[in-house]
């Protein structure tokens, strides 16, 4: 078939610089040819014809495929009539030297040359609109306003108009540039600026909004959303400036929107290179390398060239998981697969003795907070004695770095997570003191899309057509991504001097009601009309607003800006220990298992700042003092039966 079209093409061409030479001679003579030019006119239309049709072929004017014709391929029509015309020139010259008489006025030449590109550029443009597939709006089309009349979004109304099969259809551009307002782009009209999309919306009846801004900041894209939010209309968006660079701007790339671009904020851009040379060619251990943080940072380490990566886990499929995208992803890695539970000492144990890691990223943790609420015991297993079975293991054995992930629920904590996390803090910070391994703690907010976040939960919620729940409307929280934040614990990783508190710039807290709205109007939905808002009331251990430093650590700068160093809260360590190896036999202790609440109110003695309920605090020294008297009870019939 594309045998057929060029010599279709080759046919026109010919029939083209036919007419051209024809039509010069005309002008040339205003419609009178005298008798010798008319008799060289088979001489010029011979020569022209031949040499122009053999530099279109050789400048490959044959290969394109004209139904996508642009600036280029007029670009490329010029250049091979021109080279043409240059080559006429030579060889007429050159017949003349040679002593053929043969006259051909100069001008002729010129002529054709004008006639001839204004030719062949016709008959592309008209084989063009033949064969493009532009349709009208069809009534399954859905009409579509798109954000930003530059190259993005011109590039995606033509997209639109291309394609038949797209629910979508381009009806207008909206764009903030005072030159092209009232103006047309693509065959499309401007219609105004950002103020006026609600207004267009309406008039219109808008169905989908495409924001094609893909080099605007984050900022700015944020605040065009929550423009948008103010209507009905499905909100999608073009995610990449490399996208547009690259050509790929299709129906294809054009997703709905995330949460992160309600953030308002740039994402965390952090250059790895230099600063991970710390793992580059060392056995690096990741713990809870299955969960969310865990798995994106052996993704991100990866990179880097271990010399072993040990992924170490509790659950065999979420292992199996990341172990099987490794295995895809960097071919040439070595990695040791380890299943492991941390409060396994021995185990622990085993593994640090047999591989010899140089740099931990701990990441294991319980961290569900009503969950760790009701069951204390499984949360101080594995957040404290987990954690100081880990790291202890790295001072004995010489680590050089060891990296606790941490959480701002560890701040003046209201829940059991959070109190045994800012224990897990205190045991590294203790360890630091006397060892040559360089203990720190990174602590961050909440991290989108990890396991117990709230937004596949409301996501799922609005699947399932509602009621999306929300403990409190003023609860407020802090959001990152999961790479991002991972980078940044790289990073701390790299500037690590031993014992710090390193702190992660979260950006503005966000109010997870208003959250919840937007996440319903980006579904196309409307709150409380479609989707139902339900207030649940705060959960046992949540707390309005988290923190992330207390009033003592205050903050010392980096050198890099996102990240901040809290200094460390002084404290005791012997007593630490003390109060530390008492809590750990009381939650270990199966054959008379403690109460909740006093795991609780042990929990409160080590770490003074956790906000402990006045009811728990008291219902703990009652069972405390009952379970006293029986013991007391229990010793006096032994001593009893004893004298019998």
Request: aromatic fraction near 8%.
């Amino acid at each position: 078939m594309k045998y057929a079209q060029r010599i279709l093409l080759l046919a026109v061409d010919t029939f083209i610089v036919l007419g051209s030479v024809l039509v010069s001679y005309l002008l040339r003579f205003e419609g009178h040819i005298p008798e010798p030019f008319w008799n060289s006119m088979p001489y010029a239309i011979g020569l022209i014809l031949l040499v122009t049709c053999g530099v279109f072929y050789v400048s490959h004017l044959y290969r394109c495929v004209w139904k996508y014709a642009s600036i280029g391929e007029l670009l490329l029509i010029i250049r091979a009539t021109t080279l043409a015309l240059v080559l006429t020139f030579a060889l007429y010259f050159t017949a003349r030297a040679l002593g053929v008489g043969i006259v051909i006025p100069l001008s002729i030449f010129l002529l054709s040359w004008m006639t001839t590109t204004v030719g062949i550029a016709g008959s592309r443009l008209i084989w063009r609109i033949a064969r493009g597939r532009y349709v009208k709006i069809q009534p399954h089309h859905k009409k579509a306003l798109i954000v930003g009349a530059g190259d993005a979004g011109t590039l995606v109304a033509k997209e639109l108009q291309r394609f038949p099969d797209t629910t979508l259809y381009p009806v207008a551009f909206i764009d903030d540039d005072p030159s092209k307002l009232y103006m047309e782009v693509a065959g499309l009209p401007v219609v105004g600026t950002r103020r006026d999309i609600p207004a267009v919306v309406k008039r219109l009846g808008i169905d989908t909004i495409i924001l094609a801004l893909p080099s605007a900041a984050k900022s700015e894209t944020a605040k065009v959303i929550n423009i948008c939010k103010k209507t009905a209309a499905n909100i999608k968006i073009l995610p990449r400036v490399s996208d547009v660079i690259h050509g790929k701007v299709s129906i294809s790339t054009i997703r709905d929107v995330n949460v992160e671009d309600l953030l308002g904020r740039d994402p965390v851009e952090v250059d790895l290179k230099g600063i991970a040379d710390y793992v580059t060619g060392k056995v690096v251990l990741v713990t809870g390398a299955g969960g969310s943080i865990g798995s994106e940072l052996c993704r991100q380490i990866s990179a880097f060239d271990p010399e072993t990566l040990l992924l170490l886990g509790h659950g065999e499929n979420s292992i199996y998981a990341i172990e099987n995208e490794l295995k895809r992803k960097y071919p040439n890695l070595k990695y040791e697969t380890i299943i492991a539970d941390i409060q396994d000492r021995q185990r622990i144990v085993e593994v640090f003795d047999r591989y010899r890691p140089a740099v931990v990223f701990h990441a294991a943790a319980h961290k569900h907070v009503p969950l760790m609420e009701r069951n204390p015991a499984e949360a101080i297993k594995n957040n404290v004695i987990g954690t100081k079975n880990v790291a202890q293991c790295a001072n004995l054995f010489g680590v050089e770095r060891f990296v606790l992930i941490s959480t701002d629920k560890a701040v003046n904590p209201t829940s059991v997570m959070g109190t045994t996390k800012r224990i897990a803090e205190m045991i590294i910070q203790s360890l630091n003191r006397r060892s040559s391994t360089k203990f720190v703690a990174v602590r961050f907010g909440n991290v989108l899309g990890s396991r117990g976040s709230v937004i596949p939960l409301f996501k799922q919620q609005i699947k399932e057509g509602g009621p999306v729940t929300v403990t409190h409307p003023e609860m407020v929280r802090y959001f990152m991504t999961i790479p991002e934040a991972v980078q940044l614990v790289i990073q701390a990783g790299a500037i690590a001097e031993g014992g710090e508190t390193f702190v992660l710039d979260m950006g503005e807290p966000v109010k997870i009601d208003k959250l919840a709205r937007d996440l319903i109007r980006l579904s196309g939905l409307e709150p409380e009309r479609d989707i139902k808002i339900e207030y649940t009331g705060m959960r046992p251990g949540e707390k309005l607003y988290e923190e992330l430093l207390t009033a003592e650590e205050g903050t010392t700068a980096t050198a890099h800006n996102r990240i901040f160093i809290g200094r460390a809260t002084p404290f005791s360590v012997p007593e630490f220990m003390a109060k530390l190896e008492k809590l750990e036999q009381a939650a270990s202790n199966n054959y008379m298992p403690v109460a909740p609440e006093e795991l609780k109110a042990m929990l409160k003695e080590i770490v003074p700042t956790y906000q402990l309920p006045a009811a728990d605090i008291a219902e703990a020294k009652s069972k405390q003092k009952a379970a006293e008297t029986i013991v007391k009870r229990l010793k006096l019939e032994v001593a009893l039966g004893a004298e019998k």
